[in-house]
Structure formats: structure tokens, C-alpha cells
């Protein structure tokens, strides 16, 4: 004996071989036993053999017409038998009720099952739209096939263009487009990017990255609506100083200044001026809702997408030739000792003498220019705005405060590494293509004005994060528990040490046009300057605030991603670099090793980092030669294969572990898709 029995949605056949009331034990055909719950057995035969029944019924199955079928089912619940004797003759065979059942599951839109091979019949209504979402579904699929045929042949078809980002890094993966893409990669064996590429819907590497960012990061664009910077009402008395600001040419947020006060009389005090923008604007007005939503400047070779509006940004930007509101630290050291004596915050106008430029000063204010007097520049030379000697003593101050920070940090700080700058020839800070000749240049970390504006910003975002936490007011702060590897810069509420800096607490408040984070401490600290001991009252963001934290959270976030969109930019750059100057190798030095993969290295004259092939065991610190591989746009992957050894130089192991620590723009790699063509196809569900 014999039984048709359904398992997991599955019909299958085999052997009795005992049965009981609720169970029966049965052999399938390829010997296993199986126990089958009494309710799941269909139907029990001794002829024909389960193989020939089973192919019978099939074939016969699919001649059943289901609208001639529907119209002989009974009007109550039936099973597959009574239709079978309706549909066939009142003497249908074994083979005839089996085909009946087959074709009874496989139409769920005119049969719902009612379970043990039982059904009722679907309404008129559902099986009109259960059959119209059946041919919407054959039309969809037409489509896809179509388009993926066109992908194939090299042509992309418009709505996988317009969703191109989409299907890559957030697809739908039940929409057509997606699945179009899915299918032609598995049938021509390419992947989805070259596919895309071969087929003209990625014909521009630069717009590639650019639209992909702007896709994941201002999906509603760049632009601003149209708003109007507030004036700042207070009455500010201005200040008796003529303060500079130093930044690159590119810089149109200038958010700080610095002056100097007292020379030659024994008590000398320091000036840090940072723009007000919060005197005008207040939490949750629009233009804050705004800085709210970018958080932060995105900063890239010859462009950038600001925090603020441009109007808004010149309004409080601390331009040369005003009187410019600013929040104002004033801080008096000894000038023979420069011990710190006291510190003082004010709300003012500050009138800005000049807007100082690195890029054209750093060859000018040189460490033996500052340091000696006689020492002077070739004829014709024009020296900076500010006077000689007080940036000589801001050279001198910022020396001594490093030293200080690096007692307490426990080691120098290294400049062991240049900034490069990166400039884009005839883009004038409009929208870079992509084929704009590049020029890098490079700017030592740690050159003399860059130091004074890296040491007086520090002063003033340490005193100011522990006046706030003096005075009960939270604020934004940037903490860092150790130097031990491993241990991170993390963000919050509460003024703990930095670390990596040297000082008991650090909050970001001399950036508020370019960093939301800033502009919310600088609302803080305004509250301090105007209320003291009761500012805590005052202050527009109070103690344990869930604000601050969705701030932080919101900014970690964004902050990240603009960071890496950079990094990807720079490396973009200089791998068009490479190409423009058809530089095929290179020196470098290895500065990561791991087992089992390659060694990472940094090219000595050029921002960039890459792996190391046919190197063997090198050690951290070698210096090589490398021959350059082919360079891939998109994923802006590039190797060097070793040439020869130029020096070992093994580094001490503290300088080892900061080589490490220091890999801030680390070798890009493969781009991650949020696309699996190898994932199991989602199987077909017929309309209910």
C-alpha cells in the first residue's frame, strides 16, 4: 500500500509500512522513513506505482482549466476529490483526483486552502485582482528581462540610471531595476559596477563619488532656501586691539583672530577672538535648523558645501577692515616666564586689522625669522600685517604651551607628517568635473603660524570647557581617556581629559560657522559670560539636556562621513595626480605590516597609502621603491609592486605604534555594495 501525503508544503509518496490512528510509518522511494501525522495523508493506493502516478497526474493537471473548474467547485468547502468528480466524471480515477489536488494548490487565487486537501472557493472580485496583479507581475518581469538584455548588450536603460545609486547602496530589492541589474551581472558573469560601467551608466569617476555622496548625504541637495541673517541686537563695547586672523586663501569662514597686548611691559596678554554668530541666532530658528541639519563644513579639493548660507556665513565672518562681534578669551601670561596669570571672556567688537594667509606667509614667517631679529628677508619681500614682534611672541608662547601640553600628555607630539594641500587649476571654487589639473603642495605640520593658531585655539577651547564645567553648564566636550592604542576621541556631555591633547577638558568652541558643535557651546559660554554663577540658568541648554546628546550623536555621524568623503576626494585627487604627471613609481616607507597580508606603506612626497606586493617580510619603517599598478577610479584602488629596498630604518617601538596610530587616510579598497548577486533568487508567490 501506498500513500500521497503533503510535508513542508510538499507533496510526496511512499510505502506504508504500519499505520495507527494519528501516524503512519512510511518509506520513501529513496529508502528513508519518515513518521506522517495521520491529517497530512492525502490519499492511499495500491496501482499504479507512486512514480507513474505522480507524473500522470501532472501532466493531467495542467489541462484543467481553472475558470471551468471554479464554476464546477461547490459553493461551500470542498476537497480535491469532489472536484475531481464534478470536473472529470463521478467516477473519477486515482490519477484524475491526484491531477485535481496539483491543480487545486497551485492556484491559491481562485482555491484558498482550508487544510487535509480541503478548499474553498475564491470570490469573483478577488480572483479578477488576484489575476490582474498576475499579468502586472508577467509585464514586470518582461521588463526586467528586457532591461537586463539591454545592460548585457552595453546599453542602460533610463530608470537604472536615475536609481543608479540607489540599486548599489540602498536598493529596493524587489523593485525591477534592482533585480534588471541582479540578472544581468549573473548572466554575463561582471560585476555590478563594471556592468554598470561597460554599459555607459558610470561615465564619469569624479560624478561617481560626488553623486554617490550627495545621494547618502543631501538627498534634497545642496542649495539653501532663501534666508536672511539676523542682526545681533546687544549693544557691544569695542575692544581697544587690532587683532589678525590666519587661515589658507580658500577660507571665506573666518571664525577666529588673535591679537597681543603689553609687549615690552612685563605683563603681556593674548587675544583669541572667535566670530558671535551666536549673539544672532537662536536655537531652533531656521538658519539653526539648518546648521542643525549639515552639522558641519564638507571640506574637498576645490570645493566645499558650507555649514550656513554664504550670505549668513559674511555676515558674522570676521572680515578685515570691521568691527566684527566676537567671543573674546583674553588671556594675560608673565612675559618672562609666561606662567598664565589669569583668563578673562567678554562679548565685544573686535576690529580685524588684516586677514593673514598661510599659504602666502609660510615662507615669510619662518621659525629664524621669528626667532632673530637681524635676520631679514631678500629685497622686495613683503612681510605680514601684524607686527614682527608680537607674532615672535605668539611663536615663543605657543612653544611654551606645547611643552606644557606634552608634560602632561607624556610624549611629544610628532610632526613627523606633512599637510597637503591640494589646488584645482580654472575651477575657481565652482563644482570640480574631474578632469581639472591638480596641484598638491605641502604644508609642514607644526610651522610656525600654524602653531600659534593650533596652541591658542586650544587654550581657548580647554579654558572655556573647564569654566563651563566650573560653572555648572554642560557643553559639548571631546574626551580622550588615554594614549593607549586603541583608545579613541569620544564625544559628550561631561568635561574629562584629553588625552591625546594634554589638557584636564576640551570642547570644540572656535569653529561655530564651520562646526554645529561650536555654535551650540558658543551659546554656553555666552550664557557664562553674561550670567557668571548663575549661568547655568540662563544657558539655552540645561543640565542632563536629551538635546546635547541627539546633537552628538547626530554630529559623530555626519562628521564621520564628511571626513572620509575627504579622504576619498584627496585620494581621488592624487591618484589623478599620478596620472596627469605619468608618475609610474615612487618611493615610500612601510609603516604597517601584518601576517599573511601585504604591507601598507605612504608615499613619501604624496598623500597616499598602499598596499606593498612581492615584498616578503619588511619591516615597519623601510623605505622602497615601488612600481605602480593600474589605477581604478571608482574604487580608487592602486598597489605598488617592490622594486628594490632603498633603507631599513626599524623604528623605535613608541614610533612604530604612532606610525600606526597615525593612519588617518588609510588605503581605499574595494567599494562595499549593498547588492549580492550570488544571494538565493526570493522565490515566486502567486497573487492571493
Request: proline content about 6%.
Amino acid at each position: 500500500m501506498y500513500a500521497l501525503f503533503e510535508e513542508a508544503g510538499k507533496f510526496q509518496t511512499g510505502r506504508i509500512l504500519s499505520e495507527a490512528d494519528s501516524s503512519a510509518q512510511i518509506e520513501l522511494e529513496s529508502g528513508k522513513r519518515v513518521k506522517v501525522k495521520a491529517a497530512h495523508l492525502l490519499l492511499k493506493f495500491e496501482k499504479p506505482s507512486p512514480a507513474d502516478l505522480i507524473r500522470e497526474a501532472q501532466a493531467l493537471s495542467t489541462t484543467i482549466e481553472l475558470d471551468l473548474a471554479w464554476e464546477f467547485a461547490p459553493e461551500d468547502e470542498f476537497g480535491f476529490a469532489d472536484l475531481a468528480r464534478e470536473y472529470f466524471s463521478t467516477q473519477a480515477t486515482l490519477t484524475e483526483q491526484t491531477a485535481a489536488l496539483f491543480r487545486l494548490y497551485e492556484a491559491p487565487h481562485y482555491f484558498r486552502r482550508a487544510g487535509k486537501g480541503r478548499f474553498k472557493k475564491a470570490s469573483a472580485e478577488v480572483i479578477a485582482q488576484a489575476l490582474a496583479g498576475i499579468e502586472k507581475k508577467k509585464q514586470i518581469q518582461a521588463l526586467i528581462e528586457s532591461w537586463a538584455a539591454g545592460l548585457g548588450e552595453g546599453i542602460c536603460p533610463a530608470p537604472i540610471q536615475t536609481q543608479l545609486y540607489k540599486i548599489l547602496f540602498k536598493p529596493d530589492k524587489n523593485a525591477p531595476e534592482y533585480k534588471a541589474v541582479v540578472e544581468a551581472a549573473r548572466a554575463t558573469q561582471t560585476p555590478p559596477l563594471a556592468l554598470l560601467q561597460k554599459a555607459g551608466a558610470i561615465n564619469s569617476a569624479y560624478q561617481f563619488h560626488w553623486q554617490r555622496f550627495l545621494f547618502d548625504n543631501f538627498p534634497k541637495g545642496t542649495g539653501f532656501p532663501n534666508l536672511q541673517a539676523p542682526a545681533i541686537a546687544d549693544a557691544l563695547p569695542l575692544a581697544n586691539v587690532q587683532a589678525y586672523s590666519i587661515d589658507d586663501s580658500q577660507t571665506t569662514e573666518i571664525d577666529d583672530a588673535l591679537s597681543v597686548q603689553g609687549l615690552g611691559t612685563g605683563t603681556v596678554t593674548l587675544g583669541i577672538h572667535i566670530a558671535a554668530p551666536a549673539l544672532a541666532l537662536k536655537p531652533g530658528d531656521a538658519i539653526d535648523q539648518l546648521g542643525r541639519q549639515r552639522l558641519s563644513t564638507v571640506y574637498m579639493p576645490g570645493y566645499k558645501i558650507t555649514m550656513l548660507p554664504d550670505d549668513v556665513v559674511q555676515t558674522y565672518t570676521l572680515q578685515e577692515g570691521r568691527n566684527c562681534p566676537a567671543v573674546s578669551l583674553y588671556a594675560t601670561f608673565d612675559e618672562a616666564t609666561l606662567a598664565l596669570q589669569n583668563t578673562e571672556t567678554r562679548v565685544e567688537l573686535v576690529p580685524i586689522a588684516a586677514n593673514l594667509r598661510h599659504d602666502q606667509l609660510d615662507a615669510i614667517v619662518t621659525e629664524a625669522w621669528l626667532k632673530d631679529e637681524s635676520f631679514t628677508h631678500t629685497a622686495g619681500t613683503v612681510e605680514p600685517a601684524m607686527p614682527r614682534v608680537q607674532l615672535a611672541f605668539m611663536f615663543r608662547l605657543a612653544q611654551h604651551l606645547k611643552a606644557q601640553r606634552e608634560v602632561v600628555r607624556g610624549k611629544p607630539e610628532n610632526f613627523n607628517r606633512p599637510d597637503y594641500n591640494f589646488r584645482l587649476v580654472g575651477n575657481d571654487g565652482q563644482e570640480p568635473q574631474g578632469n581639472e589639473q591638480v596641484h598638491i603642495s605641502i604644508r609642514q605640520r607644526g610651522a610656525p603660524l600654524d602653531l600659534m593658531v593650533a596652541e591658542a585655539m586650544i587654550l581657548a577651547n580647554s579654558t572655556w570647557g573647564n569654566w563651563m564645567a566650573e560653572l555648572g553648564v554642560p557643553g559639548i566636550y571631546r574626551s580622550q581617556a588615554s594614549l593607549l592604542p586603541g583608545v579613541k576621541v569620544r564625544m559628550g556631555t561631561k568635561a574629562l581629559p584629553h588625552a591625546g591633547i594634554g589638557v584636564p577638558s576640551y570642547a570644540w568652541s572656535t569653529s561655530p560657522l564651520r562646526r554645529y558643535t561650536d555654535l551650540v557651546n558658543q551659546w554656553q559660554i555666552i550664557a557664562c559670560a553674561k550670567h557668571g554663577s548663575t549661568a547655568a540658568l540662563a544657558a539655552p541648554f540645561k543640565p542632563k539636556d536629551a538635546e546635547l546628546f541627539s546633537i552628538i550623536s547626530a554630529f559623530d555621524g555626519a562628521y564621520g562621513a564628511y571626513n572620509a568623503y575627504q579622504n576619498g576626494m584627496e585620494r581621488f585627487w592624487t591618484l589623478q595626480y599620478l596620472k596627469q604627471h605619468n608618475i609610474t613609481e615612487l618611493s615610500a616607507t612601510v609603516f604597517k605590516v601584518f601576517p599573511g597580508q601585504p604591507p601598507m606603506a605612504r608615499a613619501d612626497d604624496l598623500p597616499l597609502v598602499l598596499p606593498v606586493f612581492g615584498a616578503g617580510d619588511l619591516q615597519r619603517g623601510t623605505h622602497v621603491q615601488l612600481r605602480l599598478s593600474e589605477i581604478d577610479d571608482i574604487t580608487l584602488d592602486i598597489s605598488g609592486q617592490l622594486l628594490h629596498v632603498l633603507e631599513v630604518d626599524a623604528p623605535s617601538s613608541a614610533e612604530a605604534t604612532e606610525m600606526i596610530e597615525d593612519d588617518d587616510d588609510s588605503a581605499a579598497g574595494p567599494i562595499s555594495l549593498a547588492m549580492d548577486v550570488n544571494e538565493a533568487q526570493a522565490p515566486e508567490v502567486n497573487a492571493a
